[in-house]
């Protein structure tokens, strides 16, 4: 893995799918809630966090730019 790391503030997800859409090798639809989750990550207080492949960086960059609650952040 790399050192990118995605956190997913899950509590504001409205469920829109944009991220799933955009960046589906690292989203998944949690259909029994109706939000999206960040595959393989781990919860850490009130987020999900999780790393990310430098080749998926630009749909997850993607991804957080299309999210309307501004739930998704990606970082080094």
């Not at 393989?40 to 609650?69: H, Q, T």
Request: proline letters at 3%; one cysteine or more; a positive charge.
């Amino acid at each position: 893995m790399s050192s990118l790391k995605v956190v997913h503030a899950r509590a504001k997800c409205i469920g829109c799918n944009s991220c799933v859409v955009i960046a589906p090798q690292n989203w998944a639809m949690d259909h029994t809630e109706g939000k999206s989750r960040l595959i393989g990550s781990v919860k850490k207080r009130d987020v999900w966090v999780g790393e990310i492949f430098d080749c998926d960086l630009e749909a997850n960059k993607r991804a957080s730019a299309a999210c309307p609650m501004a739930a998704i952040k990606v970082s080094r």
